[in-house]
């Protein structure tokens, strides 16, 4: 799927519309009325068997009937005649729209529909959106390919929503807060164009500045991954995803029957592919007003000027646990910033103008600000009984142009700056009802800026092809001798390719235990791939100090687990213990997850995700502002652990996971950390297929 | 300061407003303007020496020229003024508004000012609001008593602000949100009239069902502790509440002095008093919005129907981490819906009416959900193509109006549903703009109805006077002796009158050396009042296992301490490390401090607050509630710590800090406690005057 065929998907010079009608209350008559009134200078052709005429204008008996070219065609047909329409036509047209619903989401028979569809659609080279969606709206070149109401303003906001109905509430809203849009693409049932489709089109669309999407699922992890690191790379990708919890997926599973994924890992994924993620409608609102008006910020500081002390004061409040902060003022502007204001005013920041400022002070106060090179400046105001609102918002705007400031106008009120936020909107300053909604919205604005200057390529795991035939070597072996996990022992030589030690083990049978190397206290484990479990049963003998000791309780250990192979390990001390490994998730395939283990590991629960591919350097940045980031920074005056290492692990594991794909599951548990230089090592290691 | 009194300030028959003035700008034009031309119907009386008339009215040289009873004077006169203009009328007028700046808010000067009118108020029991403030409003009366113009709808909402900018900012907003107001107060420098009066008062006031404040700080922790969990059982208390980093103090302190407290511990204070805390203007407005129109919530499980599943999918996510949750639909229930619905509909809750619903597809999943008696209803709706939205509206309103339901409308659009917000406002029923929004509020109302539920009496804490005399006597000894601190000896004793034990512990001096009951290992510590930091010194030896051990360190720490008595104190296993303690806060007084100690103290952070007074059993669930709950629930199948025993030693430290006020810092650290039925013991204690 290239761009240029997206674009005579989305951009089309000529349209079919399958089902075309004049009766009312029928899509196909909402189709022709939104295709035909309202602007769109392309070719319009109707199909319908049942009419001649509609209108002024032919209607074909079917789409290879037309004479010219087709590059689009929309079909509103019940959903059985749709896959045959598509294939006798196939030869003429290659994108179509299939707004009709029935199809994977009603079950087992419209799922075999869908699943023809796909296929006909690769053999043949189509590009189809849909089917069960409202179509797609291009208000630059006035075409509403959907059957919803109306034409939204054109702009630089491109929104994809997986469900049409919220696309409809929020052009609604929209109108109401100026938004405007490049597209407005409705995406249904993604059979074949997904949000990963869509986002690298997209990202090549030259009207569209932000792309949103409301998803309920993630299609291909992994593409979505690839594709939204690159755009995120050019311009800023807005996510409200719903499905936070248990509940959310099953309300989406009757929704959509899409797959939310986990929360948690969708958050990891997010960042790492520098998605801006809106936790509600509001503050996805928020955001695409911001984003869409004004540049990225290029700095973490802000300003914030005011009219009212408890409007700023509830500002600074909003700067709680923010990556963006409040400037500190420098002595010679609070001294400039003295002359000009009165006495009582406070030179701090936020700047308080007093309660009766007018349009001067604002100007003074943005002036100098100007001078300090402090940019993103918040300008709160109260309507109070003599503040010139219009006058203040015009000053506003004005020093806005002139100096290329980002300034974010915060007017708090009702009817009395009805007029200033007119004015706002005529100068593509975006208000903002309240200082949190702004602060909030330029935060993350910022924080995608950043992305995007430390992010300009994106990593790749190198795969080590002799590392992977060993290692398929070992595993291979197992799975043909019927074993479902690898022995420990055979798991530490696994481990041992990868570059992670495990801690000093051996077989032990009634002929060597007089002479193992291991020395005293040792532990005695049962080492079966069936007993999982070995602690609650009476596998696993901690504390071993002699020989004596450890006959017993080889003896009795061979009892109660016949057949089965027993091991010797070392018991050594720790620093820290670790649990990692990998999960497989049902989107983004294998994640690493590594935790603090031992006896608060379920209290506490301090659990990562990471996502490959990662590089070493990132993997280490990551550790360090993890949950468990505190044992490499050496808290409370010890030692810190070597944070290089460990990632040097993790690292290691993302390899394993792409190297030895039949791994169902991957634990180590625990691994010993030293901050001593001490080696980490593997204490248990569980590899199952 | 009775509540009769302060129906006079604020329904008063009568005013004077001093420093009346007819000249453009001035406050005192605006103050006859608002006051004269509303609608008011009580008397009014103008004063200033400068004006023979204004208008048609006489005006008076001074107050007490004016020969009938005048309930309520207004000054806006200079500061200078105001405190002998006071002073003359104070055998004639008893309430007052000092509008005027220029007091504490500006520097020790004007502090003095204010003190000496706050003396006048005790000596002549006077009642003054301000100074520094706006006045207040009072719009089921008509009377405007401030100098923000206009009336805004008279309802039940009391508005109480510490920002006056900010109050004519919100009501001007709350026209937009048809918000309506029982009074609007502001506050200024809450000199004699603070929260606490206010919260007192409102809570009588029979036009007042909800009380909203913005505060940023707080006068009297002790009282406004009290007075709010009275008046939280009889009516909502929401507070906007600024302050939440160490930034914001800054910016408060600039803006009006106020002390605003941790904000950590201001949590706790609201939730005590069951105080309803808004975190941000919208969530302000929303819950004014709610609790000023609807019931308190009877149950805590919610039902959602809606006609687009995206939006439903929204509110699914917006219940995460809630204490409301989505209810149960019973399956007698579902099939009837079934039977209702078209077959594409979810019967799960989020109720999915889909696309094309109308208004008998709500009514009757409404009707059906009253029979199933599932209260809170929020009923989403966006405008599609062919939805009907006013008469979606009608049939919600009736269904609300015949039922008695909780149903929250939660319509999403804009121009499509302007209409239907009409109708909601009309009949009193709330629209929320987002299902986050909706949801969020109404969390925060079920929690209040459930606080007045549960907290039906005021817990108070008893005095002991024989324990507290004891401990007096100790503490004064060492008070006496010139010593900073108590021993770790007397310590104990004083410990052991409230009930908590302290570990085995003896004076070690040459000659008892031979024959301490203690048995080894053992520990040797300085027993001083000035090396607090005894491990840092080498005051501190862990360990010791036999007698040579004991002389030789015992010798060695002679050395190093000359004079100073040292103790030796068992050494003992145990179960997990507490800290606890108390804290002096600015505001709210003695605090109790408690959480997990040992070598996770400082990364884990689990501390927690609790304020007195409170009973056993508060404090027991609070204990199970808190961070380290995790050790009295018995996680991971360990056995549960004793959350009876240690409460029962919070309990004590209340107790404590209550009869020993000279107690400047209190420490106990650590506490060790156990699950095997071993009581809990102190193993260092700090107290310092």
């Known amino acids: 799927m290239n761009n240029k065929k997206m674009e005579n998907l989305f951009a089309p010079q000529s349209i079919a519309i399958v089902g075309a009608s004049n009766k009312k209350g029928k899509i196909g008559t909402v189709l022709v009325n939104n295709i035909t009134k309202l602007g769109y200078q392309g070719k319009v052709y109707f199909v319908n068997p049942s009419y001649k005429m509609i209108g002024l204008k032919k209607c074909y008996q079917a789409l290879t009937e037309i004479p010219k070219e087709v590059e ?41 529909m869908e699943e023809k569809i796909e296929k006909l659609a690769r053999e043949k080279g189509l590009h189809i959106l849909g089917p069960n969606c409202l179509g797609f709206i291009a208000p630059p070149v006035k075409l509403n390919a959907s059957f919803a109401t109306g034409l939204p303003s ?7 929503s997986q469900s049409g109905a919220l696309a409809v509430a929020l052009m609604d809203k929209a109108k109401k807060e100026h938004l405007a849009f490049s ?117 973490s500081t802000c300003a914030v000027i005011t009219n009212a002390g408890g409007a700023g004061v509830l500002a600074t409040d909003a700067f709680k646990d923010k990556q963006i902060t409040l400037a500190e003022i420098s002595a010679i502007a609070k001294k400039k910033l003295r002359k000009i204001l009165p006495s009582e005013s406070s030179v701090e920041n936020p700047i308080d103008l007093l309660g009766d400022a007018q349009e001067d002070r604002y100007q003074a106060a943005l002036e100098l600000l100007h001078q300090e090179k402090i940019e993103n400046v918040f300008c ?42 007119d004015i706002f909107i005529k100068n593509k300053l975006v208000n903002f009802a309240t200082p949190e909604a702004a602060i909030g919205a330029l935060e993350k604005y910022r924080i995608w800026q950043q992305f ?28 043909t001798e019927k074993r ?26 009634a002929e060597n235990i007089q002479s193992l190397t291991i020395g005293f206290p040792l532990a005695l484990k049962v080492d079966s791939d069936t007993i999982l479990h070995k602690t609650d049963q009476g596998g696993l003998r901690l504390g071993i ?99 290089k290492e460990f990632a040097k692990i993790l690292l290691a594991l993302m390899n394993f996971a792409q190297e030895n794909p039949q791994v169902a599951e991957f634990d180590i548990n625990p691994l010993f950390i030293y901050n001593d230089k001490q080696r980490a090592c593997a204490v248990d290691i569980k590899i199952i297929f």
Chains 1, 2 share one sequence.
């Open 72 to 112: 689009l065609a929309i079909l509103a047909i019940p959903a059985k005649f749709v896959c045959e329409t598509i294939e006798q036509a196939s030869g003429k047209v290659k994108n179509f729209i299939i707004i009709s619903a029935g199809f994977s989401e009603t079950g087992t028979a419209g799922k075999k």
């Open 154 to 160: 054109a702009g630089n906001i491109a929104f994809v």
């Open 183 to 299: 597209k407005i693409i409705s995406v249904g049932n993604k059979m074949q164009i997904s949000e990963s489709e869509l986002i690298e089109y997209l990202g090549n669309d030259e009207q569209t500045k932000v792309i949103g999407l409301y998803l309920e699922g993630i299609k291909d992890g992994q593409k979505f991954l690839k594709v939204a690191s690159q755009v995120s790379l050019k311009k800023p990708i807005v996510i409200l995803k719903a499905g936070k919890t248990a509940k959310t997926q099953v309300a989406i599973a009757s929704h959509t029957g899409a797959l939310a994924g986990s929360d948690e890992i969708m958050d990891v994924a997010f960042e790492k592919a520098g998605v801006i993620r809106a936790n509600d409608l509001d503050e996805f609102l928020n955001l695409l007003k911001l984003l869409s008006n004004y540049a990225a910020p290029k700095s």
């Open 380 to 421: 709160l105001l109260t309507p109070q009984g003599q503040t010139r609102v219009a006058k203040i918002a015009t000053t506003i705007v004005a020093q806005a142009q002139k100096r290329g400031l980002d300034i974010v106008p915060v007017f708090i009120g009702g009817e009395k700056i009805v007029g200033a936020l």
């Open 452 to 479: 995007r200057e430390n992010n300009s390529k994106v990593s790749v795991l190198k795969i080590d092809s002799q590392r992977k035939s060993l290692s398929q070597e070992i595993i291979k072996k197992a799975i």
């Open 484 to 509: 479902k996990a690898l022995s420990f022992a055979d798991g530490a030589s696994v481990m041992e390719l990868y570059g992670i030690a495990a801690i000093a083990h051996s077989d032990v049978t």
């Open 545 to 643: 100090k002699n020989e004596e000791e450890l006959k017993k309780s080889f003896s009795e250990m061979q009892t109660a687990f016949p057949g089965e192979k027993i091991i010797a390990q070392a018991q050594v001390d720790k620093f820290a213990e670790i649990i990692l490994g990998i999960k497989k998730d049902p989107i983004f395939g294998p994640v690493i997850v590594y935790g603090l283990g031992g006896i608060y590991t379920e209290i506490f629960k301090l659990v990562n995700f990471l996502l490959a591919p990662m590089s070493l350097k990132e993997i280490e940045t990551q550790v360090l502002k993890s949950k468990i980031g505190f044992l490499f920074k050496g808290a409370r005056g010890q030692k810190a652990c070597d944070a």
